[in-house]
Every structure is written in structure tokens, then in C-alpha cells.
């Protein structure tokens, strides 16, 4: 079977849901049935065979049976699990809405495939630095096991919303959403 088939085959496999709730891929355990030639670039870009899927509406679907099983990432459907590479996140946090101050804010992201998350217990934030160039990869956990990589706009907007609180003795900045403080990186 070819791998176009496959791919085809598989979207055929997806059961039809309302637009907000999503598969409960955690729940199937189908076979595994190798691997497909489709990657997730760390822009967000989904490609298969090489070639970019250009439509948002697929990437949406095929993003609603994403699952991560450890450091792999899998397409899940009742009958089929094939696994996919992701470069980095699987999504970008691609928006940011503010709605009050202080710690009281409340901060919702919108990812590259319409994922809506906010800030809070659930939805944390988190930021990796580089040990060698130490510039910031800022992430948020958007469901199970799968993350959010901020978009570079959306992280100078977090920037800007920063204030200084002392944790554990050192003067961090960071955000508060849904009554959690998030760092963002030592005040210096």
C-alpha cells in the first residue's frame, strides 16, 4: 500500500466529532502499524512526503488524533496508530488575548491549529534556555502530553506583561494567569 493510500486510508479511520471536543486518542490502543513519512516542523508546518500540507483544515484533523507516547508522537485512530517526527512542539502558541491585571490576569493562547488554552494550573508555561546561546524556548501545555512552542511575537508580548516576584531568594520575571505565577527568567 502506498504511503498516499495510507495517509487517505487513515483520515477515513477519524470519527467524526463536534468541533471542540476532540477523539479520546488516549483511550484507543490500537496496533502499531510503522511509521509514515509526516513531520512537524518547529514553525508548526506539517508536511507529508516532503511536501507542506497546504490545507489548514487537514492539519486541524490530522492534529485532533496527535498523540505523544513517551518522546514519540503518533496518528491514533480506533484501528491504526502510525508514527510521525515532530522537529520540536507539535504546535505554536500563534495569539495571545490579556484580560485583567496583576494577579488577577488572565492570559489565553491560540495555537497554529485553533487550540485555546489559558495560563493557569492546568496550562502551564514553561521556558527552556539554550545552555550554549541561553535564548529562551518558551512552551505551554496545550492537552495530555502535547506542547506549544510560543511564536516569538507571542513571547515579547509576554515579555511586556512581566513583573518582578522573588522566588526562592532570586528576583525572577514572570506572568501571572488564572492566579499562578509563571517565570520567564532571572531580573538581572
Known sequence: MSESTRAADLL???????KKALPPVHLWNPPFCG???????????WYYLGT??????????FSSVLRR???????????E????????APF????????????RQQLRMVTNVEDEVQLGREHRLRVELNPQTQEPSPYVHVRADLEALVHRNVFYQLV?????????????????????????????
Do not use: C
Request: aromatic share 6%; hydrophobic share 40%; no cysteine.
Open 12 to 18: 477515513g479511520q477519524i470519527p467524526k466529532a463536534d
Open 35 to 45: 511509521n509514515i513519512d509526516m513531520r512537524i516542523a518547529r514553525d508548526g508546518s
Open 52 to 61: 507542506p500540507i497546504g490545507r489548514p483544515a487537514m492539519v486541524r484533523l
Open 69 to 79: 507516547d513517551g518522546d514519540d508522537y503518533f496518528l491514533v485512530t480506533p484501528v
Open 81 to 88: 496508530k502510525v508514527g510521525i517526527q515532530v522537529d520540536d
Open 92 to 103: 505554536v502558541a500563534v495569539r495571545l488575548d490579556v484580560a485583567g491585571q496583576g494577579e
Open 160 to 188: 511586556e506583561l512581566a513583573v518582578p516576584r522573588q522566588i526562592d531568594g532570586q528576583s525572577w520575571l514572570g506572568v501571572w494567569s488564572g492566579g499562578e505565577f509563571f517565570p520567564i527568567g532571572p531580573a538581572e
